[in-house]
Each structure stands twice: as C-alpha cells, then as structure tokens.
T-cell receptor, first 112, second 110 residues
Framework: DTEVTQTPKHLVMGMTNKKSLKCEQH?????MYWYKQKAKKPPELMFV???????INESVPSRFSPECPNSSLLNLHLHALQPEDSALYLC???????????FGPGTRLTVL | GEDVEQSLFLSVREGDSSVINCTYT??????LYWYKQEPGAGLQLLTY?????DMKQDQRLTVLLNKKDKHLSLRIADTQTGDSAIYFC??????????FGPGTRLSVLP
C-alpha cells in the first residue's frame, strides 16, 4: 500500500457542528502532517506529528484539534469553525520529518 | 526566514518543452522538490534533488540546480495536455519544515 487516504472527500458543516477529518497511511511513515490550502495558494502547514507526538503547531486556532491515535492514523477534529476555514485540507506523511512528503487527495471543507 | 519564489503562469504549445523556474533563499536546504497538483486533487511528488547534485533526469523531467544562485528549474520535454496543472517547488532543510513556493500554473495549448 503506497498511498495516503483521506476521508471524507467532501464535507459541508455549519458553524456549530463538530466533525472529524481522517487520514491513513500504511507505508510505515513516522511523520504525518496536516495542511490547509486555499484556492490558488500553496499548502500552509498546520500540524506535524513525529513518532506520534505533536512536534509542530503553527499557531492554529483551537477550533482545530489534531489527534494521532497510532502511527498509521491522523485525525483532525473540527468544532465551531468559521466560513473562512473553508478550504482543501491535505494530509501528508513521510518516512521521517526529513524525507519527502506524500500527500493524500484532500478533504474539501465548506463551512456555512 | 525561508522564502521560495516562482513565476505564477506559463503557457506552452503541446509538444514543446516547458521550463518552470524557482528561486529559494535558504542555503541550508538539503532537498528540493517538485510537486504537481491537478484541479481538486492533492499534491503529487514528481521528483526531488539532493542539494549536492546539479542535475537529475527522470524520463521527460529534468531538474537543474544552481546552488550558487539558489535557482532550481524543472524542464518537461514534449509537454502534453495532461501536464496542465500547478507545479510547486519546495525546499526542506535540516530541522525545518517544507517551504512551498506559490506555484506555477502551466497551461498547455493544443
């Protein structure tokens, strides 16, 4: 298995909802990442997990809460989001934090 | 801080070569990468080059690195309509995160 999978593909939620994005890889990678990408912009790093520990949080608002239950899974819990949080959320993984990153297809999030 | 620059748009005719350029500022970059993103999709790793190399070729793709000028380029030979996408240059240095350029939108005209 040589890919990063993300679910759901699309998500529409209201500002009072709680939802979660999921990411999975079975390549034995020990670093996993969440990025946010707005239209016509490069990905912006949100969180980095290295060996299942949160190593980087790029000043992301607390309405985004990451979780790494094990070395293959990465979740992003969403609560009380704002319309400006609408974006493509990309998950990536790499063998180690120094190696090339492989991206999932993304979750297109719309906040109403 | 690190900065990566790219021209935003490039148009070429089908069958011609495309050259996408990138400049970066961090001299400690260890690896430099090229990613391709098609509409509505994630990023696909195309190729990468280690900072002590000056050229890497992989089928239709040629990467050139001028470390002195901190300039990276991606040449796509015999460009096809399926190559139309946004191409991101990225750098990664020891103990640092990926830094992406703004992306170059490549349009291939028939």
């Amino acid at each position: 298995d040589t890919e990063v999978t993300q679910t759901p593909k699309h998500l529409v939620m209201g500002m009072t909802n709680k939802k979660s994005l999921k990411c999975e890889q079975h390549m034995g990678h020990r670093a996993m990442y969440w990025y946010k990408q707005k239209a016509k912009k490069p990905p912006e790093l949100m969180f980095v997990y290295s060996y299942e520990k949160l190593s980087i949080n790029e000043s992301v608002p607390s309405r985004f809460s990451p979780e790494c239950p094990n070395s293959s899974l990465l979740n992003l819990h969403l609560h009380a989001l704002q319309p400006e949080d609408s974006a493509l959320y990309l998950c990536a993984s790499s063998l180690s934090p120094m190696d090339e990153q492989f991206f999932g297809p993304g979750t297109r999030l719309t906040v109403l | 801080g690190e900065d990566v620059e790219q021209s935003l748009f490039l148009s070429v005719r089908e069958g011609d070569s495309s050259v996408i350029n990138c400049t970066y500022t961090d001299s400690s970059s260890t690896y430099l990468y090229w990613y391709k993103q098609e509409p509505g999709a994630g990023l696909q790793l195309l190729t990468y080059i280690f900072s002590n190399m000056d050229m890497k070729q992989d089928q239709r793709l040629t990467v050139l690195l001028n470390k002195k000028d901190k300039h990276l380029s991606l040449r796509i030979a015999d460009t096809q309509t399926g190559d139309s996408a946004i191409y991101f240059c990225a750098e990664n240095g020891y103990g640092q995160n990926f830094v992406f350029g703004p992306g170059t939108r490549l349009s291939v005209l028939p």
